[in-house]
C-alpha cells in the first residue's frame, strides 16, 4: 500500500514551498546556532537570578523554633525574610523593600502556591510550604520582580 502524499491538494507554488519548508525542517541545525540558542536561553531571567542570598543568620530560640533570617537582593529590590517552623511545616513572613504593589509565591521543582498580595508596607505571609527547597517569586502584573535563591525550609 503506498502512503498518501502530504501534498496532495496543494498547487504547484504550495508544492513547492511546502517541499522547501520540508527539507529545510528535516536539516540539522549548526552546532553555533544551537549553542547561541542555549545562550539566549540562559539570559530569559537575567533580573530574577540576580536575586541571591546574602546573609543567612540562626535565630533559633529568639523567634521560635529552626527560625533564620535570610536576605534576597535584587536589582532595586531586596526581600527579608523569617522562616519558621510550625506544626512541622515552613512558614515564611517576608517584606519587600522598596514597598511597591505585588504579588509574591512560592515554588518547588513540581508545584507552585497561589500569590499572596504584598501589602502596602511591603508585608507578605506564607504558610504552608513543603518539606524541602523552594524558592520565592515576586511579581507586579505580568512582570518578574524578584526570584530568590532556592532555600532549604
Not at 508544492?15 to 549553542?35: D, I, M, Y
Not at 537575567?46 to 523554633?65: K, M, P, Q, Y
Not at 512541622?88 to 508545584?111: F, H, K, M, N, Y
Request: proline share 7%.
Amino acid at each position: 500500500m503506498t502512503e498518501p502524499d502530504p501534498f496532495d491538494g496543494l498547487d504547484a507554488e504550495e508544492r513547492a514551498l511546502a517541499a522547501e519548508l520540508s527539507e529545510a525542517l528535516s536539516a540539522p541545525v549548526p552546532p553555533a546556532t544551537v549553542e547561541g540558542a542555549r545562550a539566549a536561553f540562559a539570559w530569559r531571567r537575567f533580573d530574577e537570578e540576580l536575586a541571591t542570598l546574602i546573609e543567612s543568620e540562626s535565630l533559633a530560640g529568639v523567634r521560635g523554633d529552626d527560625a533564620d533570617l535570610a536576605f534576597a537582593d535584587a536589582v532595586g529590590h531586596r526581600i527579608e525574610l523569617n522562616l519558621a517552623t510550625e506544626s512541622g511545616r515552613t512558614v515564611v513572613t517576608g517584606q519587600l523593600v522598596p514597598p511597591v504593589p505585588a504579588q509574591v509565591r512560592w515554588e518547588t521543582g513540581s508545584a507552585a502556591s497561589p500569590a499572596v498580595d504584598i501589602d502596602e508596607f511591603g508585608y507578605f505571609h506564607l504558610t504552608a510550604l513543603p518539606a524541602g527547597a523552594f524558592r520565592l517569586v515576586v511579581t507586579a502584573g505580568d512582570r518578574t520582580l524578584v526570584c530568590t535563591d532556592w532555600v532549604v525550609g
